[in-house]
């Protein structure tokens, strides 16, 4: 009996291509056998076997939802770390260093939030299935985000101890001329804040726009998901926003110009 020959579409043709290894014409190696030292170190065959294989996913796009998750676990171990070093120098009073550091740890939070707006790609429906091999799973029981939690209190209370030594108070950073680097950490570590609040603020949008925010909502460890709200306005280094309300509660109207009248320049900049 003459047997069929196998049709296979072009897209399957080319999953079974992606399986690897490939042989890379300018190294003339294969690539993808976790012999080379890139794989060695990136330690890709493992990295790479993390996700569920093809075969078992229950949709397509679930690659897509593991890999997101999985990376910013990552990037999460990274801000914690980051975030000791930042501790270390600023004990160290080395506030350049610092500087960069904080610059750091701003630009990997907005990566999170950037990654989260690829999910917002997943549809409702797509997301419903997923969801079903989640169990109770949540955000809150990201091992990356409760060490970020932690590792913020004691960035707080390195910025604490920095202002001790300095017998300077927050005010007096910011209402005198006396400590412009200690305004400049302030400012920055203000600007880590704002950009993980960003990323709280992302992923409330894309828990909206997945499985709606309402009373009737319960995330999958149960909570409402109306109380993401009050979460994600939540600041890392409090006293940090408070010093604003404290400036405008004392602002004065007085010492300014009058809109469109003639200025004194000798006047010009005074609190």
């Not at 170190?41 to 093809?54: D, F, G, I, S």
């Not at 029981?141 to 060490?147: I, K, L, R, T, V």
């Not at 910011?174 to 680097?181: E, K, S, V």
């Amino acid at each position: 009996m003459e047997q069929i020959p196998e049709v296979v579409s072009a897209a399957e043709q080319l999953r079974r291509q992606l399986q690897g290894p490939w042989l890379n014409p300018l190294l003339k190696k294969w690539v993808g056998q976790g012999e080379l030292d890139y794989e060695k170190y990136v330690r890709t065959p493992e990295l790479l076997a993390l996700q569920t294989p093809p075969a078992q996913r229950v949709t397509p796009d679930e690659l897509l939802f593991q890999a997101v998750h999985q990376s910013q676990e990552l990037w999460l171990k990274l801000i914690a770390h980051e975030s000791v070093e930042a501790v270390e120098e600023l004990d160290a009073n080395a506030l350049w260093e610092v500087s960069a550091r904080l610059e750091r740890l701003t630009r990997v939070a907005r990566v999170l939030a950037a990654e989260l707006g690829v999910l917002e790609t997943l549809t409702p429906d797509t997301y419903q299935i997923i969801r079903r091999s989640l169990g109770n799973g949540s955000g809150q029981e990201s091992p990356g985000y409760n060490a970020v939690s932690t590792a913020t209190r004691g960035l707080d209370e390195a910025l604490e101890r920095l202002l001790r030594r300095r017998d300077a108070q927050l005010t007096d950073v910011y209402a005198t001329p006396r400590h412009p680097d200690l305004k400049r950490v302030c400012e920055q570590l203000l600007d880590y804040d704002e950009a993980w609040q960003n990323w709280l603020y992302t992923h409330f949008q894309l828990v909206r726009r997945t499985i709606g925010v309402d009373p009737t909502v319960k995330a999958l460890d149960g909570l409402p998901t109306r109380v993401l709200p009050g979460r994600m306005t939540q600041p890392l280094f409090p006293a940090l926003w408070r010093v604003r309300v404290e400036m405008t509660t004392t602002w004065q109207r007085e010492g300014g110009h009058a809109p469109g009248t003639p200025r004194d320049a000798s006047g010009a900049g005074t609190p």
